[in-house]
């Protein structure tokens, strides 16, 4: 498996509750960066826009506004 090498990415067994709060984040799904959050009801990362469910989510970061 392929591991992002940028620093800024945290495992997901480290994720803050916090941020399951419905918000967008980077998620890195088995071998890539995906955009995700976090579905109460269901339990698991979805994408946002076809609400499927990732099912190998290993690592988080925040998505931060460019300075």
């Known amino acids: ?12 067994s480290e994720l803050p509750k916090d941020r399951k709060d419905g918000r967008r984040m980077l998620l890195w799904d088995v071998d890539q960066p995906v955009i995700g ?16 469910i990732y099912e190998e989510i290993v690592l988080w970061a925040d998505i ?3 300075q």
């Not at 959050?37 to 499927?52: A, K, T, V, Y």
């Open 1 to 12: 498996m392929a591991l992002p090498s940028s620093s800024g990415w945290n495992a997901i």
């Open 37 to 52: 959050r976090w579905d109460p009801c269901r339990r698991g990362w979805e994408d946002p826009d076809s609400m499927s």
């Open 64 to 66: 931060l506004a460019p």
